[in-house]
């Protein structure tokens, strides 16, 4: 296998996993006991403009139907309007996408950085104090809400110490929008001022992110690494003197890291998901606020797009893993 | 002649679930500087456990060393410390049973030659203009030679599961060959290899050993093999050292009946080949007396009793038996 048939075999499933992924979603809306009709139409509607609504927006016709439609719509590029925010849904998730991203890939680089070198030493040293504190600490953060971890940390590094402010994406005026990832924009203006802004307001939600997703990371990379201490090659080269510290951050974190990567793009998959919460509570302007407000208005078309949105990323984000894979340990490659 | 190797009543014991396991049971040995000397013995005679004692590569938890010293080159190899530490990959290196595993598979095999080079061999010549680099791969590139590795350019990119079985013994014997040892250990080093690539490998040794004086400690099962290099052969039984003959008593004048038995058991043109009946003695409960008498056709009752004391004639043959044959008799019938 090279580079190009992983990327080809993965584009082959790519669009019956999407197919899937969106029939699914569209029966489950459809299931909720809600009727977006009466919704849509406001709260004053009458009968008779409830009724016109449900016919304009198709809402009478066969389930497949409308499927069949939407999905018409769609492979022209149309996800339809939201009927909450009235704009075109594909302009939501553009506006919305980056500021989600830009939290999501601070927050599970950040989990990298602290599960990596943790899950090395908590296996080096293993059953030693350093080792059952970790394991016990990510334990608990695994188990633990993340809503709750989010509010601990505004209620100590905002509320009382002050260091980091409680919410939000930024203070002032959002740079001129190149990449919309608001730290790089910010940075490509050269207003240093504005990049520091808003890297404080990346802390707190990145780092309620990267607690468990650290956690998780750290827990694989610790079963990796006693995998790799006692294989054969590392008694080789024990035996050979190699210095200690090249055996371990050179060798064995190479071959902890295949499974660590793996670990990671689930964490980047699941942070996509999981930022619902996190972004509530920290009113972070992305897709987690648009998908649950979408959810508690009944705006079926906008519940779609996130949908498919979230579901582009994660493909995207399990190719890059696979092609990463194959950086880390070039054997299967030709 | 003083010894390079000096081993002094060594007593070795692997703690297991069923209690602990008597590995080896007051071994002495020495090699002298540029000699060849073979470990010959059943799965679980100790020789592979005693070969990694000397390299400080045991499997540390669970190995408990009773008694004893080992000496290499004048430095206590069981609690020297950091002396002994930088004789291990620099005056003593290591050829190991089976190269495949013994590669790290994710890093090409050029970087894991580099990395003995740069950390266990003496610092290369430089050049006038030459950097260390590039005097490291030089110097590399002429131990391939010298192992008979034709094309070594192209070899050093390649991946370790990318080379034959041969090849990589061949790497093996480079990257032990490389710090410039006094003497190299190796561990069953042709037992994953075809037979016409073992007797490559052989005489790859023997002349290696001869052309540089390094000394070789080579523990095998196979007398054949243990025939064609060796200046002496240690016959271990369980633990113990049954027999230790000197070249010119090789076949025809072994005194022990393990050592006769073993020569029996050898398929040849012309005779049956004998088997020895019986199973070798646990480790874990061993026979008292001598540890062969259960499968030994001379025993009587002294060697279920007392341990036999090795007795040494002039020539340096060495024989621990209560009923050991006759020095000139003919061991074609057992």
Not at chain 1, 112 to 119: D, E, K, M, S, T
Not at chain 1, 254 to 268: D, E, I, M, P
Not at chain 2, 293 to 315: F, G
Request: include cysteine; charge should be neutral; aromatic fraction near 6%.
């Amino acid at each position: 296998m090279n580079a190009y048939s992983v990327v080809a075999n993965r584009l082959v499933w790519f669009l019956p996993t999407l197919l899937g992924l969106l029939a699914v979603v569209f029966v489950l809306a459809r299931i909720v006991p809600s009727d977006p009709a009466v919704l849509a139409a406001g709260e004053n509607a009458s009968a008779e403009q409830v009724q016109e609504t449900r016919d304009r927006l198709g809402f009478d016709r066969p389930l497949l139907e409308q499927f069949v439609e939407y999905l018409r719509e769609v492979a022209r590029g149309d996800l339809g309007t939201s009927v909450y925010t009235q704009q075109p849904i594909i302009r939501d998730l553009a506006e919305r996408l980056p500021a989600t991203l830009e939290l999501t890939f601070v927050g599970v680089l950040a989990a990298a950085l602290i599960g990596v070198p943790l899950g090395v030493l908590s296996a080096l040293h293993r059953n030693s104090w350093l080792d059952h504190m970790l394991r016990l600490a990510s334990v608990l953060l695994i188990g633990v809400a993340p809503f709750w971890i989010a509010m601990q940390l505004q209620m100590l590094f905002s509320m009382q110490l002050g260091w980091l402010p409680l919410s939000g994406r930024i203070d002032d005026v959002a740079p001129e929008a190149v990449t919309s990832l608001i730290t790089i924009d910010a940075l490509l203006a050269g207003d240093l001022q504005l990049f520091l802004s808003a890297l404080r307001h990346l802390v707190l939600p990145a780092l309620t992110l990267a607690l468990p997703g650290g956690a998780v990371v750290m827990r694989f990379t610790r079963t990796a690494v006693l995998d790799a201490v006692t294989s054969p090659s590392v008694a080789y080269q024990t035996a050979m003197g190699l210095p200690r510290r090249v055996i371990v951050w050179k060798y064995i974190l190479r071959s902890a890291l295949t499974s660590t990567v793996t670990q990671l793009g689930l964490v980047f998959g699941i942070s996509i998901t999981g930022a619902v919460v996190i972004e509530a509570v920290f009113e972070w302007p992305g897709l987690g606020t648009y998908a649950a407000r979408s959810i508690l208005h009944s705006d079926y078309n906008a519940v779609m797009g996130v949908t498919l949105c979230a579901g582009i990323v994660f493909a995207i984000s399990n190719l890059l893993v696979d092609l990463l894979q194959m950086v880390i340990d070039p054997r299967g490659v030709k | 002649m003083t010894a390079l190797l000096e081993i002094r009543d060594l007593c070795l014991a692997f703690r297991t679930d069923k209690g602990p396991a008597q590995v080896l049971d007051g071994v002495d040995l020495t090699v002298a500087p540029g000699e060849i000397v073979g470990l010959v013995g059943e799965s679980g005679s100790g020789k592979t456990s005693l070969a990694r004692a000397i390299l400080g590569a045991l499997p540390v938890p669970q190995a408990e060393i009773a008694s004893g010293r080992i000496r290499l080159d004048g430095v206590d190899m069981l609690r020297g410390g950091k002396a002994a530490e930088s004789l291990r990959g620099r005056v003593v290196t290591f050829v190991p049973q089976d190269p495949l595993d013994s590669f790290n598979p994710l890093f090409r095999v050029g970087t894991q030659l580099a990395d003995i080079m740069r950390y266990r061999a003496p610092p290369a010549k430089e050049g006038r203009f030459g950097n260390a680099r590039h005097a490291r791969e030089t110097a590399i590139l002429e131990m391939l030679d010298a192992v008979q590795l034709p094309q070594s350019r192209a070899l050093l990119d390649r991946y370790p599961h990318q080379l034959s079985g041969g090849q990589r013994q061949r790497v093996m014997l480079a990257m032990a060959l490389l710090p410039q040892p006094r003497m190299i250990i190796a561990d069953e080093p042709t037992a994953a290899l075809d037979v016409t690539v073992q007797v490559q490998i052989l005489g790859l040794l023997r002349r290696i050993a001869a052309e540089r004086g390094v000394a070789i400690l080579f523990t095998t099962h196979d007398l054949g093999a243990a025939w064609e290099i060796c200046d002496r052969i240690i016959v271990m039984y369980a633990g113990q050292i049954a027999e230790i003959l000197p070249r010119t008593a090789f076949f025809a004048k072994s005194r022990h009946p393990y050592t006769r038995m073993l020569l029996a058991s050898l398929p040849e043109p012309g005779r049956e080949a004998i088997g020895i009946s019986g199973e070798s003695a646990s480790p874990l409960s061993p026979p008292p007396g001598c540890r062969f008498h259960p499968r030994c056709p001379m025993a009587s009752d002294i060697c279920r009793k007392a341990r036999p004391l090795p007795s040494r004639s002039e020539d340096g043959h060495l024989v621990a038996c209560h009923h050991p044959w006759a020095a000139a008799s003919s061991p074609a019938h057992v």
